[in-house]
Each structure stands twice: as C-alpha cells, then as structure tokens.
C-alpha cells in the first residue's frame, strides 16, 4: 500500500530548500527554544530542577553548551528571537573560522622523529 501524494511524505512546502539548510534552521529553532526555556527557567524562576531537566535534554540532543551558555550570556532579551538567531549565527561563524585554522599542536609533531640526547651531553660534574 503505498501513501497518497498529498501525504507529508510529499514536501512541496521544502522545495528549493538544500537539506543542510533546512537542518541548519531547524537545529537553531530548537536552540532559540531551548534558550527561551533555560532563560525562564533558570532566571525568572529559579526553577533548578527544571533548568536540569532543560540541560539533561541539551545532552540527549547533543547540542554545544557553549553555544546555549553563549545565547544566555549575551545580554539579550529573550524574546527577541531574531536578535538570538543573528547572535548565534555570528557565533556559528565564529567557532567555523576557529576551527578552520588547520592546526594543532600534536599536527605540528607528527612529521617529527622523536629526539634522544645526544652521546655529547654529559652529567655535570661536582
């Protein structure tokens, strides 16, 4: 039995929409929630055992704290879900560039042999 087209198995409503995209935005919808919940609960509130709750999901869904931390931190009203969006694409953009740097230290040794002292060097003597 195979599903009518009109099902949601057929998504017109994504058409000219790449697939990275459409991820990109529905990740940042989910953190813009994310960050409104963790602001009432954390700040309005004092909600421990909710803010908990809120970060325990954070992990399930594998999301950067730093990211959400950089969100909370920022100064923002958490309303304004247009300025958060714009705040966590210029830190998106940040942490690319970042780690586009194409080194590291163990990069920096691995064409490196290793390095014994040489029979020059002596004990020095009392």
């Not at 989910?30 to 055992?49: C, E, G, K, S, Y």
Request: hydrophobic share 40%; net charge positive; with cysteine.
């Amino acid at each position: 039995m195979t599903a009518p087209s009109s099902s949601c198995t057929h998504q017109s409503w994504r058409s000219g929409v790449p697939s990275s995209a459409f991820t990109t935005r529905k990740e940042q919808a989910i953190v813009m929630l994310l960050v409104q919940q963790l602001m009432d609960a954390q700040f309005v509130r004092a909600d421990q055992a909710g803010a908990d709750r809120l970060w325990q999901e954070v992990a399930a869904l594998e999301i950067d704290q730093d990211r959400l931390l950089h969100l909370l931190y920022c100064g923002l009203d958490g309303s304004d879900r247009q300025a958060l969006s714009e705040q966590d694409d210029t830190w998106i953009a940040g942490r690319n560039t970042s780690a586009s740097r194409g080194w590291n230290l163990q990069q920096l040794h691995l064409g490196r042999r290793a390095r014994r002292p040489g029979r020059t060097l002596r004990p020095a003597l009392a």
